[in-house]
């Protein structure tokens, strides 16, 4: 079953415009990831945020992570059409093997 | 790169026929996961080795299915007397150091006729 469920499930933006993804999840987590899929491709790795961490930044991307509320939010700034992908959310549970759960995951579309 | 292939990238085959997967980590890491990916949603996890020692299996894992690390560097996965339902994308994740991030190979995509 999937633990994560990312919101919305499909978005669509002009180039230049911020981009927001939110993912709820269910149990406590050791951590929490962004991936990016473009079509029919692998996963490619963004960011990780801990349990104990409330926000980080890479590059254009800054992801939140609200432990209270069991949610995350990834934004993207000045998105670019190479942006265009699906993007997931992914926890592993606390005490738990690393594995990951993932959401159904978010269809971004940026439109030149 | 992610330091993780796979082979084959894409498999077609016939319902009943086994077919057997590979993921091979450019150098060694304890911990490899397996999880398979369906057209919308997102991976679903099936195994999870530690070195050679398999540790955990998801019950999407049928009897069908076996997994394999020998020598703790490559795995296998094979599915025998394949479905229909067996068609998706398969993809094998590797924890490169010890930030807990995983890598993810490019999938090896199965389609069942």
């Known amino acids: 079953s999937q633990q994560g469920e990312e919101d919305p499930q499909a978005l669509s933006i002009q180039e230049g415009e911020n981009a927001t993804m939110n993912c709820s999840y269910k149990?406590?987590?050791?951590?929490l990831q962004w991936y990016r899929q473009n079509s029919g491709r692998g996963l490619v790795h963004l960011i990780l945020?801990?349990?104990?961490?409330r926000e980080k930044h890479s590059g254009r991307l800054r992801v939140t992570l609200d432990t209270s509320k069991k949610s995350s939010s990834l934004l993207i700034t000045a998105s670019r059409a190479a942006d265009t992908a699906s993007y997931f959310c992914a926890t592993d549970k606390e005490g738990g093997s690393e594995k990951l759960v993932f959401g159904k995951g978010t269809k971004l579309t940026v439109n030149p | 790169d992610t330091g993780v292939s796979q082979d084959p990238r894409h498999k077609i085959t016939k319902r009943g026929q086994n077919v057997t997967f590979r993921c091979d980590p450019i150098s060694e890491h304890n911990r490899l996961y397996w999880y398979r990916q369906t057209l919308g949603q997102g991976p679903e996890f099936l195994t999870y080795?530690?070195?050679?020692?398999?540790?955990?299996k998801s019950r999407l894992l049928s009897d069908r299915f076996s997994a394999e690390r020998p020598k703790g560097s490559f795995s296998t996965l094979e599915i025998q007397r394949t479905e229909q339902g067996d068609s998706a994308m398969y993809l094998c994740?590797?924890?490169?150091?010890?930030?807990?991030?995983?890598?993810f190979g490019p999938g090896t995509r199965l389609t069942v006729l």
């Open positions: 080795f530690q070195n050679e020692a398999q540790l955990e």
């Open positions: 994740a590797i924890i490169l150091d010890t930030t807990d991030t995983q890598y």
């Open positions: 149990t406590s987590i050791n951590n």
């Open positions: 945020i801990r349990s104990n961490e």
